[in-house]
C-alpha cells in the first residue's frame, strides 16, 4: 500500500513508458518517473548497454528524442553489438532520431603524469563531458538520456572526497536538462546483499541487474531497488537478453 506521501508525490508525477518488456508493469504500470536521473548498476555482459540502447530505441518509435553517450565503448562497436540483439540502433540514428556521442577522448588521462596533473584533466574532462552533454540534449531537444558508463568516469577520481563531487556535479547539471536520464554504472559487489554507493544515493532510482552462478548455471536476476514516486515492485525477477532486448519476466520471482 502506498503511503501518503508516495501517493501525494504520485498525483504530481508525469511517466513515460520505458520500452523495457515486463519492466513497467513492476512500476505500478505506471512506467519510469518523467525527467527523473537512473541508475542502472550491473556486472559485465548483464546487459546494462542494450537496456540503454532499448530505452532510448522505444523511446524514438513514440516520438521522443533521445542521445546515447558512450564513454568507454566505439561508436561503432555499438552499433555492431545492438544489431545482434535486434535493435535498430543505427538506421534510428541516421534518420536523426536518436543522437550518438563518444565522449571517450574528453574524460581519457594517459601517460604518466603527476596526481595533481591527473586531477585537473580529470576536472577538465568532467567539464567538457558536462557542456558536450548539454549540448547534445538541446539541439534538437532530447527527452530521454543515456550515459554508459559512468563507471568509466568515476575512475578518473580515485579519492572518494573527489569521485563524490564528480558525481554529484553531473547529476546536478543533468538535472536541469529535464531529460529521463540512465547513467549506466558497474556493480561494485556481486553478492546478493550489497551496500548502496554513494552515487545512488543522489538518484531518483536504482535498477540493479546481476548474473549469478548458481550450481554452474548462470542465472539473471534484474531487481528496482528505488524508484521515486512509484510504489515499485522491490522483489528480484529473472530476465533474459533477447530479440529487441531485455526481457523481464514481472510474474516470476528470482529465488536464489
Known amino acids: 500500500m502506498q503511503t501518503a506521501e508516495l501517493a501525494e508525490e504520485s498525483r504530481d508525477t508525469e511517466y513515460i513508458p520505458s520500452g523495457i518488456q515486463g519492466l513497467d508493469e513492476l512500476l505500478d504500470g505506471k ?19 542494450t537496456l540503454g540502447l532499448q530505452f532510448l530505441c522505444n523511446g524514438a518509435a513514440s516520438g521522443d528524442h533521445g542521445v546515447y553517450f558512450s564513454l568507454d565503448e566505439p561508436l561503432d562497436s555499438v552499433i555492431r553489438n545492438s544489431a545482434k540483439v535486434g535493435l535498430n540502433v543505427d538506421q534510428l540514428y541516421r534518420e536523426r532520431k536518436i543522437g550518438l556521442r ?4 574528453i574524460i581519457s588521462v594517459e601517460g604518466e603524469i603527476s596526481a595533481q596533473k591527473f586531477l585537473r584533466s580529470a576536472e577538465s574532462g568532467l567539464t567538457s563531458l558536462i557542456n558536450k552533454v548539454d549540448g547534445a540534449t538541446r539541439s ?45 554504472s558497474e556493480l561494485s559487489d556481486t ?18 541487474m546481476m548474473s549469478l552462478n548458481v550450481g554452474g548455471e548462470t542465472l539473471q536476476s534484474f531487481t528496482v531497488e528505488k524508484m ?21 519476466f514481472p510474474t516470476e520471482v528470482a529465488d536464489y
Not at 234 to 245: F, Q
Open 102 to 105: 563518444d565522449a571517450s577522448p
Open 228 to 248: 521515486r514516486g512509484v510504489d515499485h515492485d522491490k522483489l528480484a525477477h529473472p530476465y533474459k537478453i533477447v530479440k529487441g532486448g531485455i526481457q523481464v
Open 31 to 49: 512506467g519510469l518517473p518523467k525527467g527523473s536521473i537512473i541508475f542502472i548498476v550491473g556486472g559485465p555482459g548483464s546487459g546494462k548497454t
Open 140 to 184: 534538437p531537444p532530447a527527452q530521454r538520456l543515456v550515459i554508459d558508463s559512468l563507471a568509466t568516469l568515476i575512475l578518473q577520481f580515485p579519492v572518494d572526497a573527489e569521485r563524490r563531487l564528480a558525481i554529484k556535479g553531473i547529476i546536478e547539471a543533468i538535472r536541469p536538462l529535464n531529460c529521463t536520464t540512465l547513467l549506466v
Open 191 to 208: 553478492a546478493l546483499e550489497r551496500a548502496y554507493a554513494f552515487e545512488e544515493y543522489l538518484s531518483d532510482g536504482v535498477i540493479v
